[in-house]
């Protein structure tokens, strides 16, 4: 049996356990969870040097890390659905829409980071608004077409709702105000997609 190792409220595990679901790979996937706060703990770094989450580890205990790269991995477990179309434009498209979303998530954990890890009076308000605006940007650009799918949500929108998610866990939801396209559209990507509910992370 494969291991997923991740954390309750890591959105990029999140992004894996919705896609271990949509593609019925539950029976095949052990999920453990992980605590990446211990400076070097072995129980990720035997897996990923980089102590990052989540990993995946298969049977030949070969170590898959990077929620993209796993979530292609897995893709190719079980035809369908598809979640990578395998050329052209639709797949340069699932891509893109996943590295923007990436890019959120990034963002808004770094901002996290900073008043987690760092002491009030060494926070550091130009680069605070640098990594705001990105994710501001990002939610106009995509509340003025929010992707639509066809038979199935791909990688791409398994990707922007888990962003979405986060901004809702850590950021308040404050990108829902003026912005009800975008809203609309996670309350559709909830309907159709059920482990999105499933996997919300509970404090």
């Given at each position: 049996?494969?291991?997923?190792?991740s954390?309750?409220?890591?959105?990029?595990?999140?992004?894996?356990?919705i896609?271990?679901?949509?593609?019925?790979?539950?029976?095949?996937?052990?999920?453990?969870a992980?605590?990446?706060?211990?400076?070097?703990?072995?129980?990720?770094?035997?897996?990923?040097?980089?102590?990052?989450?989540?990993?995946?580890?298969?049977?030949?205990?070969?170590?898959?890390?990077?929620?993209?790269?796993?979530?292609?991995?897995?893709?190719?477990?079980?035809?369908t659905?598809?979640?990578?179309?395998?050329?052209?434009?639709?797949?340069?498209?699932t891509?893109?829409?996943?590295?923007?979303?990436?890019?959120?998530?990034?963002?808004?954990?770094?901002?996290?980071?900073?008043?987690?890890?760092?002491?009030?009076?060494?926070?550091?308000?130009?680069?605070?608004?640098?990594q705001?605006?990105?994710?501001?940007?990002?939610?106009?650009?995509?509340?003025?077409?929010?992707?639509?799918?066809?038979?199935?949500?791909?990688?791409?929108?398994?990707t922007?709702?888990?962003?979405?998610?986060?901004?809702?866990?850590?950021?308040?939801?404050?990108?829902?105000a003026?912005?009800?396209?975008?809203?609309?559209?996670?309350?559709?990507?909830?309907?159709?997609?059920?482990?999105?509910?499933?996997?919300?992370?509970?404090q």
């Amino acid at each position: 049996m494969m291991k997923l190792l991740s954390h309750p409220f890591s959105p990029y595990g999140r992004k894996v356990k919705i896609a271990i679901a949509v593609k019925g790979l539950k029976d095949r996937i052990e999920v453990v969870a992980v605590d990446t706060n211990i400076p070097d703990n072995p129980e990720i770094t035997r897996s990923n040097p980089l102590a990052k989450i989540p990993a995946l580890v298969v049977e030949d205990s070969t170590a898959i890390s990077d929620s993209h790269v796993i979530c292609e991995y897995l893709d190719s477990l079980a035809p369908t659905p598809v979640l990578f179309p395998k050329s052209g434009v639709e797949r340069i498209k699932t891509l893109t829409l996943g590295s923007l979303c990436d890019g959120i998530l990034d963002a808004a954990l770094l901002l996290v980071y900073e008043k987690r890890y760092r002491p009030e009076e060494k926070w550091h308000a130009p680069w605070q608004a640098r990594q705001q605006s990105k994710i501001d940007r990002c939610i106009e650009h995509l509340e003025k077409a929010p992707p639509a799918w066809g038979p199935s949500p791909d990688y791409g929108h398994l990707t922007l709702a888990c962003a979405l998610g986060y901004l809702d866990f850590r950021h308040e939801g404050k990108w829902r105000a003026g912005h009800p396209k975008l809203v609309a559209w996670l309350d559709g990507f909830a309907r159709a997609v059920p482990a999105f509910e499933e996997t919300r992370p509970k404090q």
